[in-house]
């Protein structure tokens, strides 16, 4: 551990993060299938399964997303959006948490 001390070295992830690991599965998934169906399917019903998702893992849903496709959601006061495209899974945090 060069540079770094024993608390950092094992500091848990930011929450941002932890949401951004645990969506992946699901998030891959459902956009393979978006892009076979979306001409027949009702983009909501992706969003009540994004919703459950986002807040089983301790965060609030704001919305999903097509273009890109992914999520918006807030945790630890910070609104992050995931984005997947057939190459990639990313994240970025996008603004402050809208205020409740």
């Known amino acids: ?20 690991n645990g969506m992946q ?7 393979a299938r978006w892009a076979d169906e979306r001409k027949f ?7 009540v399964v994004m919703s459950r998702m986002v807040e089983s893992l301790g965060a609030k849903f704001v919305r999903g997303t097509k273009r890109p496709f992914g999520v918006v959601y807030e945790i630890g006061g910070f609104q992050y959006q995931i984005m997947v495209t057939s190459r990639t899974y990313q994240y970025a945090r996008i ?3 809208a205020a409740s």
Do not use: Q
């Open 1 to 20: 551990m060069s540079n770094l001390t024993a608390a950092a070295a094992f500091a848990p992830p930011a929450p941002g993060l932890v949401v951004f």
């Open 25 to 31: 599965p699901l998030l891959c998934g459902l956009r």
């Open 41 to 47: 399917e009702n983009f909501g019903d992706y969003e």
């Open 95 to 97: 603004g402050v948490a």
